[in-house]
């Protein structure tokens, strides 16, 4: 037994907030136009929604991307991938919000190579997961600055989950 065979990952429910910011493309807030943004691969959508000097710190690589040139370079790698995000949460309260979803997705060449750049630590080559599909579910808190932009968020993504997919 590895410790999740009690888990039901398909019975997460979103919680109930408001049921249009949950539907799919949702653009009701700076976060899901994002996500949507990366997962369209619509470049300019997703810049829109970030304020120059972001900070975005990566859990749990305790990594801290500072800047639109740094961040936008994850997020374009991202965005490689043949994304289909599901989401949980998607609730803002004046200029915090918390965005909460599946990240599902199929890996590329292109995030093979940019994790591989950035060392990430693959559970096996990685040239042999191209094309494996992927399901981890991630968590976004984020504050928005005066223009409504994203200046700061911290992203929680169980990476071991992530990883064991792959084994």
Not at 12 to 22: K, V, Y
Not at 39 to 44: C, E, M, S
Not at 73 to 89: F, H, N, R, Y
Request: include cysteine; charge should be negative; aromatic fraction near 10%.
């Amino acid at each position: 037994m590895d410790g999740f065979d009690d888990l039901d990952l398909e019975s997460t429910r979103p919680i109930d907030l408001n049921s249009e910011t949950l539907k799919p493309g949702s653009q009701a807030t700076p976060m899901s136009r994002l996500i949507y943004g990366v997962a369209a691969a619509d470049i300019p959508a997703v810049e829109a929604q970030i304020a120059d000097n972001i900070e975005w710190g990566l859990m749990p690589y305790l990594k801290v991307l500072k800047g639109r040139e740094q961040v936008m370079s994850w997020l374009k790698a991202g965005s490689a991938d043949q994304k289909e995000p599901v989401m949980i949460t998607n609730a803002m309260s004046k200029d915090w919000g918390v965005f909460e979803y599946w990240n599902i997705g199929t890996l590329s060449d292109d995030v093979i190579n940019f994790g591989n750049a950035n060392h990430w630590p693959w559970p096996k080559d990685p040239k042999n997961l191209l094309g494996e599909k992927y399901k981890v579910v991630q968590c976004f808190v984020y504050h928005v600055n005066a223009e409504g932009k994203i200046d700061t968020m911290r992203q929680y993504l169980d990476t071991q989950s992530l990883w064991a997919q792959f084994k």
